[in-house]
């Protein structure tokens, strides 16, 4: 059996989902973590456990409950009802759970280190960056230094999808063959994905400039 060689955050949306092929077809095999962090529902969650199963990749579900700390994000239990519409900073700002990256990137770079690790991976990408300051190239140079200095293993901190957009993570997923029916981006819960919010329309954008069919859309509420 082969041994882990790098951490990857996992969260079973459709970024780190392709990230996951993504690494696995550059020949690694990643350790991936997944985190209960206090959010509505754990449909991702789920997916995240099917993806790695399907690749036979070590998956680790980790409980870290922000939701018993921050009250701001419309993500977490006990926040505001998430928003519909434009996936924009102004209609998306109720989502950023405060330092969400920071906090669970740290709890990445630690197994890295306690397992002899040097790469910590996450999928942030281009268009995230308006929205989420915590997926910006500042943060994640800033963390990566961090990282290193802090860990006896110097691990690094890479994000390979930094400069690239959602329609172009999607083309490489098609190019993987990604199962992108087993990928969610629904901020809501429900059984079916609502098409209606920031991360559904995004995610509708995305697959209608790269040419391409959505098989999950079959899913969505009508």
Known sequence: MMNE??????SGGLDST??????????????ALTFDYGQKHGREIA?????????????????????TIF?????????????????????????????????LLS????????????RVYYGAHRNDRAVYPDCRP?????LGTAARSGTYNQVELLAPFM??????????????GVPFEHTWSCY?????????????????????NAGLNDPGERQWKR
């Open 47 to 67: 997916m995240a456990r099917l993806s790695a199963k399907e690749l036979g990749i070590p998956h680790v579900v980790l409980t870290v409950p922000l939701d």
């Open 138 to 142: 500042e943060f994640i140079e800033a």
């Open 18 to 31: 392709v990230l996951l092929y993504h690494l696995v077809d550059e020949g690694r095999f990643p350790l």
């Open 71 to 103: 009250s701001s994000s419309s993500l977490l239990h006990g926040g505001e009802d998430i928003p519909e519409g434009d996936y924009s900073i102004e209609n998306q700002k109720s989502t950023v759970v405060p330092n969400r990256n920071m906090i």
């Open 163 to 176: 400069t690239w957009s959602k329609t172009d993570i999607v083309m490489r997923g098609h190019a993987l």
């Open 5 to 10: 060689d790098c951490v990857m955050i996992l």
């Open 107 to 118: 709890y990445a770079v630690g197994v890295a280190e306690d397992r002899g690790l040097k």
């Open 188 to 208: 809501k819960g429900h059984d079916a994905p609502c098409g209606r919010c920031g991360t559904c329309r995004e995610r509708k954008g995305a697959f209608r």
